[in-house]
């Protein structure tokens, strides 16, 4: 009997479109799974809107941390003033300071304030008047003694300063850089001192973009000495046979108008100013100098050069 069932409902089934096949098949598996008990725990799906604390440990309030600071630096402090005083007699200042820093702040002592304030400004002092050390660490050491310490950073203003020129004296001329090449015909050697622009331009399309200028002083064995300046990008009004003028001005004095030459070559980015002579001798006492110079479409923009510290000596200027 169960058999003629389930061979005519397997009949009737397979009659079916296969679409409704697949819902009748659906519709029974649910059914099947609703009137059966397989043991699955019930499933609710919410959502929380506080987020999950996960428990930790090892995290212990700031104020439970703090406290235990200050009972291990009370414990302690007996020796870390004596280790204070050791390395105070080695002059080792700062070693000193941090030994008791982390203490001073913990038991809010002003004596123990105190100590650490005159272990680091005695570092301090000690590396700005350390002779063997160089102008420039000195220097810094300084600029952190009145930062920190402004009180004491202010009695000592005139050596803050005589520092200060020494490290900028010891910066002067870096910006120079100095090339010595072999002349292909075998006439010498080309001697070249070459600094670039502080300042940059931009021109119009097809120009656009940033660029520096270059100011380069050459002495060569066949063509004699030049001044030479360069752009990047961009074309001088300025041909070989025709000359131009080209605007100098040293430092805040009055400007110098000097006459120029394009490049032999005919490049529109280089030209020579004439008159090497006057130039040098005005720029070595000069700390900066401007040039402006006509550059198609562009009227006259200017370029700025730092030029103190240009060392004759490693330029062979045999003049």
Not at 121 to 150: C, E, G, H, Q
Request: glycine letters at 6%; hydrophobic letters at 35%.
């Amino acid at each position: 009997m169960s058999q003629g069932i389930s061979y005519r409902l397997g009949k009737y089934i397979g009659a079916m479109p296969q679409w409704l096949r697949y819902l009748f098949l659906t519709v029974l598996l649910i059914a099947l799974y609703s009137a059966f008990d397989f043991g699955l725990p019930p499933t609710r799906h919410t959502q929380s809107t506080q987020p999950v604390q996960l428990p930790n440990s090892n995290k212990r309030p700031q104020s439970e941390d703090g406290e235990l600071a200050r009972q291990e630096c009370s414990k302690s402090i007996v020796e870390r003033k004596k280790k204070y005083d050791s390395l105070m007699r080695e002059e080792k200042f700062w070693a000193a300071a941090r030994g008791l820093s982390n203490c001073a702040e913990a038991l809010g002592t002003p004596e123990l304030a105190a100590l650490v304030r005159n272990a680091e400004i005695k570092s301090y002092l000690f590396d700005i008047n350390n002779v063997n050390s160089s102008p420039r660490d000195r220097s810094r050491a300084m600029d952190m003694l009145t930062r920190d310490y402004p009180d004491i950073g202010a009695k000592y203003e005139r050596l803050a300063k005589e520092l200060l020129e020494q490290v900028n004296r010891l910066d002067e001329g870096l910006q120079w850089e100095y090339i010595h090449t072999d002349d292909p015909m075998g006439k010498g050697l080309i001697h070249q001192a070459t600094v670039v622009s502080t300042n940059t331009v931009d021109f119009d399309f097809p120009y656009s973009g940033p660029q520096y200028g270059t100011l380069t002083l050459r002495t060569h064995p066949r063509y004699g000495r030049d001044v030479v300046f360069r752009i990047e990008k961009g074309q001088f009004i300025c041909r070989l046979y025709e000359g131009c003028n080209v605007v100098v001005r040293f430092d805040d004095d009055s400007p110098t108008t000097f006459s120029a030459i394009g490049s032999a070559d005919h490049s529109s980015k280089v030209l020579f100013i004439q008159n090497y002579d006057k130039f040098l001798g005005k720029m070595l006492k000069a700390k900066r100098l401007r040039i402006s110079v006509n550059v198609f479409q562009e009227a006259a923009p200017m370029f700025e050069f730092d030029v103190k510290g240009f060392d004759q000596i490693k330029y062979k200027n045999s003049s």
